[in-house]
């Protein structure tokens, strides 16, 4: 699975298609904590803080923001 830093220093993609790869990876992230918190895992394993490192990689490069929050999960 792509990294944050792997997608940001990839310099065969441009900003849009940075964005969508962030994206794409933020959904899975996503999807891997509402599996986790649903299952009883043990949320505190670095989901959160791989979203986080996401959602802070898209504001670098100004990309639009969906909604966050316990709703989205």
Do not use: W
Request: proline share 3%; glycine share 6%.
């Amino acid at each position: 699975m792509l990294e944050v830093k792997d997608i940001l220093s990839d310099n065969s993609l441009n900003k849009p298609a940075k964005i969508e790869k962030l994206q794409d990876l933020l959904s899975e992230a996503r999807g891997l904590q509402r599996a986790a918190t649903e299952g009883g895992m043990d949320t505190d394993d670095g989901f959160t803080r791989n979203l986080r490192d996401i959602e802070l990689a898209l504001e670098k490069l100004n990309a639009d923001m969906p909604e966050t929050g316990a709703a989205t999960l």
